[in-house]
């Protein structure tokens, strides 16, 4: 499967972004769906992720009430809703999926297939 992710950008602290990942060449339904982002100098961290049906979902401690992941499965489609954001929130985010129908998944090393991923920077 093929990852494409869109959306990113430039924000004040405060303001919203919403980041789309596209997914083509498999049936989108039979994966669960993560994101991830990875700031300069340091590691790739969860940040959200859907079981495959989007019935289930985990957060990472430091975005929970700020942002929401859901999935559109018409479309091939997850999203990323992030709203409130703060100057620590920038980074490189990356969507992620892996065939399955358990989950949702906040380990890098469960997922097969990644997006190049997009830019999301928020100035303070």
């Known amino acids: 499967v093929q990852l494409v992710e869109s959306g990113g950008g430039l924000v004040q602290a405060g303001g919203s972004l919403s980041l789309s990942c596209t997914a083509s060449g498999r049936a989108f339904s039979g994966y669960a769906m993560g994101w991830f982002r990875q700031a300069p100098g340091k590691e790739r961290m969860f940040v959200a992720s859907?079981?495959?049906?989007?019935?289930?979902?985990l957060y990472a401690d430091s975005v929970k009430g700020r942002f929401t992941i859901s999935r559109d499965t018409a479309k091939n489609t997850v999203i990323l809703q992030m709203n409130s954001l703060k100057p620590e929130d920038t980074a490189f985010y990356y969507c992620a999926a892996v065939l399955s129908t358990n989950g949702p998944y906040s380990s890098v090393k469960e997922y097969e297939y990644w997006g190049q991923g997009t830019q999301v920077t928020v100035s303070s």
């Open positions: 859907a079981n495959w049906n989007g019935g289930s979902t």
